[in-house]
T-cell receptor, first 110, second 112 residues
């Protein structure tokens, strides 16, 4: 089946630093999504990307849909303590399902 | 709009007991999904319903059954719970299959 490789697995940064994480796949996706999950909560959609090459921002977050349709990255600028959580990428294909990465655990030191 | 709601939030079962996890969405979405989340395993799809009246197996369907009761509601049933089913269960919905999914708050299930 399809698999996503998400990296890094975890990051420990200082408040104010920029963060970058990415997902790669051997398969092509039609949609790339980025979610954030806080402890004890469900994943919350941050950014949705629908076209190869698309670059989308949501406040301090920026994500891109790779031109090959096999990868995507998420950048967070000027991190703050509430950015702490697990970030997941997900790829959507021609079927009804999403394929999820295993997540990047972000810790921000105030 | 409440979005996606799940009940119960927490549940403890003994091995062999049965229970049904409930999920409802008020966004008029066509597709609904059940996932389980385990440490180090990410989100794994158990069952999904592309539209009202249809259900299909996902990646890890063994030991589970589902019912798409109507467009709003999608339930997950454990007929005979096993300790391996201890997990956090999430329901999600999407307006169009393969598009963005919106998740509920989860049910934390422990099977002793």
């Amino acid at each position: 089946g399809q698999q996503l490789n998400q990296s890094p697995q975890s990051m420990f940064i200082q408040e104010g630093e920029d963060v970058s994480m990415n997902c790669t796949s051997s398969s092509i996706f039609n949609t790339w999504l980025w979610y954030k999950q806080d402890p004890g909560e469900g994943p919350v959609l941050l950014i949705a990307l629908y076209k190869a090459g698309e670059l989308t921002s949501n406040g301090r977050l920026t994500a891109q849909f790779g031109i090959t349709r096999k990868d995507s990255f998420l950048n967070i600028s000027a991190s703050i303590p509430s950015d702490v959580g697990i970030y997941f990428c997900a790829g959507g294909g021609s079927n009804y399902k999403l394929t999820f990465g295993k997540g990047t655990l972000l810790t921000v030191n105030p | 709009n409440a979005g996606v709601t799940q009940t119960p939030k927490f549940q403890v079962l003994k091995t062999g007991q049965s229970m049904t996890l409930q999920c409802a969405q008020d966004m008029n979405h066509n597709s609904m999904y059940w996932y389980r989340q385990d440490p180090g395993m990410g989100l794994r799809l158990i069952y999904y319903s592309a539209s009202e009246g249809t259900t299909d197996k996902g990646e890890v369907p063994n030991g589970y059954n589902v019912s798409r009761l109507n467009k709003r509601e999608f339930s997950l049933r454990l007929e005979s719970a096993a300790p391996s089913q201890t997990s956090v269960y999430f329901c999600a919905s999407s307006p169009v299959s393969g598009s963005e999914q919106f998740f509920g708050p989860g049910t934390r299930l422990t099977v002793l």
